[in-house]
């Protein structure tokens, strides 16, 4: 495989970046902060708590969690691809 | 056997566990004393950044924190987590690649300026002293809590216990070390929450528990609901209905993540695994083993409250539980018979016209002296009496420190004794795992950067190091100077402020620093500068100048104004770059070299020459 895409593997790494950003973006200010008082009411309850609410106070949290292990495996797929990866 | 033997006993035995394991791991050398040595597995990294993070602040008063301001307490548990997704993403596996042993030395580097080392360090400094003023306030309280003495006390025995332990293993002893206080801390986290869960809520799991029915006595209805019928009819908020305005919940929130990603003793961790590959797993790791804390707080927050209330509100002060009379002792909760009928009674601003609910007029409880007269110390109903004036604009005669909630719960919920115990041993470890590791990184910024890099380059290693004592012995003494007079009334506050200046300061630049090219000196310092005295000053007039609240920036409060200021810098740098020109072209070729991934191990490893 070719070493050399550094430019191609930069490209790609800000794309996989930026859509995580926006999904954290939109978990915890977007749910827990500024739409909280709509999703309160319209957004079925997630159990006994408002959806907002829970959000702010545990959705976010695990929806954090599941970010960062879909970014460690795909950054470390994509060096793998690239031709990065230490591990061989 | 007595609660003060079992206390002891774990106590002692977590203590032996620490040692052994800092002794049989110390730092051979000065490698390994920064970043042992570079080799430490994701997972066990992921753990002792877990226990490093997860500080005495944290685990002693947040829950206290969403026990006493509900939904509003959100903005610790999002700012706190969510800053790993901001560090993860942008920052550590770049820095890691460059594979230098502090932040300002990346700083230093990437802006090829003696001067940008030198306001960077001090920024260091400056977020780490903060930072450890709040540990040494949580030393205090718990160690007042098992001695039985004031907090000014516990404060110094503290301080002596992490002078002498942080000394012993340098990074690698503190990273084994930080791992079993992980696994101390989780359980006694967790093992109370879920006792408590069973008798509140019949669910096994806190967090189920939390959105779950209250089925401990009839009648039966949604957790939630239960909590907030209680707040509304003693007069105060809805527990899920904050009163923080959406601006100033955003912009504290905000500051909070980008904190987190700025501050230096978190970044330094991820120095301390192999490869860039292993970074992003170890975070991974790190943030999983932090959610468990932190789904956890918010339950025993709301757990806690209704525990209190059922427990104290109305109740005789001479019929009150036994734990009662010992916090009063340690001056942690008190009462005010304003009305005079014996009875303790807690209610909320929505009781009084005033719209107030404080006990007294102090800020704090302050005590007659010792030697003052029985009849001045001791109420008629065998109460603690207070030297502060008693608030009469309002009924609420029933006060407690945000900090106690943790440490009163299984008290409250009538647990195990060995479950109380554990819950000492925990809190103990959380303090001392993240004061160990502030300590390092405050030490190695005077001794590294600023004596070695800036003062005197020709510095032995002995030298070196005796530095790095002499700082982390004043730095401790300072600590525990305002450990003993905060300047803020609660742990969590105190700290905030930490998160405040690492967002308007090192946030900012380290991200610029990563992300552009052609960012050059002059952008970067000015930004920096303008960035950080702009926090610092809005912090001191509005913590010590006594500014008032009508003249807050759109309202928003001083914990929320790193965010302002770190768009500041963003703005500053920008600007000042567009008229000074780029980077010269061998600093952007580093910046190139550094979204490479691979090769980190051999930048990393010829750079330790202490």
């Known amino acids: ?88 | 056997m007595s609660q003060d033997t079992l206390n002891f006993i774990f106590i002692g035995l977590s203590f032996a566990l620490y040692i052994t394991i800092a002794v049989r791991s110390r730092a051979a050398s000065t490698k390994e004393y920064y970043t042992a040595g570079g080799g430490v597995s994701p997972f066990a990294n992921g753990m002792a950044t877990a226990a490093d993070w997860m500080s005495a602040a944290t685990f002693i008063s947040m829950a206290g924190t969403v026990a006493i301001s509900g939904y509003d307490a959100s903005r610790f548990l999002m700012g706190w987590t969510g800053g790993f997704v901001l560090l993860t993403v942008l920052m550590v596996p770049y820095l890691r690649k460059f594979g230098k042993a502090t932040v300002p030395d990346f700083i230093g580097d990437r802006y090829y300026s003696k001067f940008a080392r030198g306001v960077a360090v001090v920024c260091a400094i400056f977020i780490c002293m903060t930072y450890i003023m709040g540990q040494m306030r949580g030393v205090g309280v718990v160690f007042s809590q098992l001695f039985g003495i004031s907090i000014p006390f516990g404060v110094i025995i503290g301080a002596a216990i992490v002078f002498a332990y942080a000394g012993l293993g340098g990074m690698k002893g503190i990273t084994y070390t930080q791992v079993a206080q992980y696994c101390v801390m989780a359980f006694a986290y967790t093992i109370p929450a879920i006792y408590i869960a069973m008798a509140l809520t019949g669910n096994v799991i806190p967090q189920l528990g939390l959105i779950g029915n209250f089925t401990m006595s009839e009648p039966v209805l949604p957790f939630l609901e239960k909590l907030n019928n209680i707040n509304s009819e003693l007069g105060f908020q809805e527990y899920t209905s904050g009163q923080m305005s959406t601006i100033n919940m955003f912009c504290i929130t905000a500051a909070l993540m980008c904190g987190t990603a700025g501050l230096p003793h978190v970044i330094v961790r991820f120095f301390t695994v192999k490869n860039v590959r292993s970074v992003r797993r170890s975070a991974a790791w790190t943030l999983s083993f932090i959610a468990v804390i932190y789904l956890t707080a918010p339950a025993i927050g709301a757990f806690s409250r209704v525990n209190l209330i059922e427990k104290l509100n109305g109740t005789a002060y001479s019929d009150a539980p036994a734990w009662f009379y010992d916090f009063e002792a340690t001056g942690q909760m008190a009462w005010v018979d304003k009305n005079g009928d014996g009875v303790i009674q807690y209610c909320g601003p929505a009781k009084s016209e005033a719209g107030t609910f404080s006990v007294f007029q102090s800020k704090a409880p302050i005590y007659p002296s010792y030697d003052a007269p029985e009849n001045q110390r001791i109420g008629m109903h065998g109460e603690r009496l207070l030297a502060s004036k008693a608030d009469d604009s309002n009924p609420n005669e029933l006060w407690f420190g945000n900090d106690i909630m943790v440490m009163a719960n299984p008290y409250m919920a009538g647990l195990p004794m060995w479950v109380i115990a554990l819950l000492m041993a925990g809190c103990i470890a959380a303090a001392l795992s993240t004061a160990a590791g502030l300590l390092l990184v405050l030490s190695t910024s005077i001794s590294h950067d600023l004596m070695k890099k800036i003062i005197k380059p020709d510095l032995s290693d002995r030298e070196e190091v005796n530095y790095a004592r002499i700082a982390s012995f004043v730095a401790l003494a300072v600590a525990a100077y305002f450990g003993i007079n905060p300047p803020s009334a609660f742990i969590a506050k105190t700290v905030a402020f930490a998160f405040g200046l690492a967002a308007s300061s090192f946030f900012p630049t380290l991200l610029i620093g990563i992300f552009s090219k052609k960012m050059n000196r002059v952008g970067a310092i000015s930004g920096m500068l303008v960035g950080i005295s702009f926090t610092i000053g809005y912090i001191v007039y509005f913590q010590f100048l006594g500014g008032h609240s009508e003249q807050l920036l759109w309202g928003i409060t001083p914990e929320g104004i790193g965010f302002v200021g770190m768009l500041l810098n963003f703005i500053v740098a920008f600007t000042v770059k567009a008229f000074t020109g780029d980077a010269p072209q061998h600093v952007q070729d580093m910046v190139t070299e550094i979204h490479i991934p691979s090769g980190a191990g051999q930048a990393h490893n010829h750079d330790f020459e202490i």
């Not at chain 1, 970014?71 to 031709?83: E, P, S, V």
């Open chain 1, 1 to 88: 495989m070719e070493v050399d895409h550094p430019r191609a593997h930069r490209r790609a790494c800000l794309k996989i970046t930026l859509c995580l950003l926006t999904v954290w973006f939109t978990i915890s200010f977007g749910a827990g902060i500024l739409l909280r008082d709509w999703l309160d009411i319209h957004a079925p309850k997630v159990g006994g708590a408002p959806f907002g609410f829970w959000m702010a106070q545990q959705g976010a949290i695990i929806g954090f969690v599941l970010i960062l292990i879909v970014f460690a495996c795909l950054m470390n797929r994509l060096d793998r691809k690239h031709g990065y990866s230490e591990e061989r």
